[in-house]
């Protein structure tokens, strides 16, 4: 046949041996494992684990919160204190925008703390349809 030295053959039997062997550990794989080809895909982890982590927060909120799902004010720890708040903070609540927080907060440096949170009628942009919308979500203390 081919004129092989024993070193050669040796090697070319080497060679196909690991031929042999890592095709074997391939496809191995494939059938026992079932390796997904579309999980090493960066996004694909990412999409996962955002569906996860929403998953964890979803069911950790609805048995912290319950009872306050429900209704139809938001928890006084989750409520802003208009006394205190920064613009920032203000612009939180549904419905204030830049301007708002800004006007609640220069009425609340000229007249000083809110006594009700009925006040924030007083400041143009906020009329009883907003303050009823806020009203869960805003407190004086």
């Known amino acids: 046949m081919l004129n092989l030295t024993r070193r050669e053959k040796n090697v070319l039997l080497y060679l196909v041996f690991l031929y042999i062997a890592g095709s074997a550990i391939f496809f191995g794989k494939k059938v026992f494992f079932k390796v997904d080809d579309n999980l090493t895909d960066n996004r694909v982890i990412e999409t996962n684990f955002k569906k996860l982590a929403d998953q964890v927060d979803s069911n950790f909120f609805s048995s912290e919160f319950s009872d306050v799902k429900d209704s139809t004010e938001t928890p006084v720890s989750l409520c802003i204190n208009i006394n205190k708040a920064t613009k920032e903070d203000l612009m939180k609540i549904k419905g204030i925008g ?8 220069e009425y609340r440096l000229s007249n000083g703390n809110f006594n009700s949170i009925n006040e924030l009628t007083k400041i143009h942009g906020i009329g009883e349809k907003t303050l009823e919308r806020i009203k869960g979500e805003v407190t004086i203390e």
């Open 98 to 105: 830049s301007a708002t927080a800004e006007k609640i907060i």
